[in-house]
């Protein structure tokens, strides 16, 4: 009786332990978080390039430096609430009880979404045909941010799963890695370079 016992709980603990750490899976190695945060990266060369070669081809310089401003101010509230959206993620999880968690999580990643959804709108009337500055010119931007909060919002649930067979410190280490200096936004002056 003791031995199925034994073995019960020692195929149990294998099955956590490579489901919680399964290869490629977002609960694993939070794949979105650094795909997301390169996809607001890469937005601000590009519209910095597209008020470059507004500026030049109307001759006016004010373009470029007025343009090159407000995307800083819109820039830094993007860089703000990524900061936020994963340290409340992170409290979400560590602090509530799974239902609550999902509860917690699907409010804090519907909030990020409306904060990549007011830029994608900003940067979209920077640069498109006809945009406030009334001039030629389009550029095509890879950030849909219901895409990348959904693929989001997958990660962090599935972190939640994971979690969920974790002990003590275990938890907070593995939801730690979220908030590391590399998934930190980029400063806007390094990007506008």
Known sequence: MKRYNLLIVLLLLIFNVTTAQKK??????????????TKIENTVPLAIKHLKEISEKENDPNILTNGT???????????LEWRLYRGNMNN???NNSSKKAKKCMEYHNSMFRGTLINYNNYITNLTRKN?????????????????????????????NDAAKRMKGTQKKD????????????????????
């Open 131 to 159: 945009g406030y500055l009334g001039v030629e010119g389009e550029t095509k931007f890879d950030f849909n941010p219901s895409e990348i909060t959904t693929k989001l919002n997958e990660s962090y649930f599935n972190a």
């Open 92 to 94: 979400c999880i560590l």
């Open 24 to 37: 490629g899976s977002p609960a694993a190695d939070f794949s979105a978080i650094g795909e997301a945060k």
């Open 69 to 79: 401003n407000a995307l800083s101010k819109e820039y830094a509230k993007v860089e």
């Open 174 to 193: 593995f939801l730690g890695q979220t908030m590391a200096d590399d998934n930190a936004l980029k400063p806007f002056n390094q990007l506008a370079q």
